[in-house]
């Protein structure tokens, strides 16, 4: 039999990225509701446009799903930043350190700058923690789903083939 030419697919990177960024803050968003629901933190899901809305408005139903969806846009900017800059390098610990990155960004800097939260001495251990656990992961699943696209090295079947059981 001859060998047939199969064209390589290839993921476009930011539609790729974008699709991350949406799930991400979609699961991890929505972990964050689960957070302030089990009083694990202090913050509102909606932490991220307090300084935009009333505190009041953020605590109602409504206001923790534009917080949700605040939290989704962030994650998309921060995938399309990553698959940009860190696409290329291996393994677990790039997105660890830059989810860890983006929570001092927030928490020890632009937070308290802007009115999102208070400075970082004012907030319980509970509430450090577990947002530091949860951009932590958050981190893990964008740079290590970003990365393992862009950098594995297996050979991937050609579209519409499946491979036969013997």
Request: aromatic fraction near 20%; charge should be positive; avoid cysteine.
């Given at each position: ?11 476009n ?8 960024g ?13 957070e ?24 109602t139903?409504?206001g ?12 998309i ?37 802007i ?22 992961l ?16 297996r ?6 083939r ?5």
């Amino acid at each position: 039999m001859g060998h047939r030419h199969h064209k390589k697919h290839q993921t476009n990177k930011w539609i790729f990225a974008v699709y991350i960024g949406f799930f991400a803050g979609v699961l991890w968003g929505g972990l964050k509701l689960i957070e302030h629901y089990f009083h694990f933190t202090v913050l509102t899901p909606g932490f991220l446009v307090e300084p935009f809305f009333l505190h009041s408005f953020l605590i109602t139903w409504t206001g923790m799903l534009i917080g949700w969806g605040a939290f989704i846009a962030l994650s998309i900017a921060a995938s399309l930043a990553y698959a940009l800059v860190l696409s290329k390098f291996q393994g677990p610990w790039y997105g660890i350190a830059y989810g860890m990155a983006w929570w001092g960004a927030l928490y020890l800097l632009i937070g308290p700058l802007i009115g999102m939260m208070p400075w970082i001495l004012y907030l319980d251990l509970n509430t450090i923690l577990t947002d530091a656990s949860l951009f932590a992961l958050w981190g893990l699943f964008i740079g290590f789903s970003i990365a393992f696209e862009f950098t594995d090295e297996r050979a991937r079947e050609p579209i519409g083939r499946r491979r036969k059981l013997a």
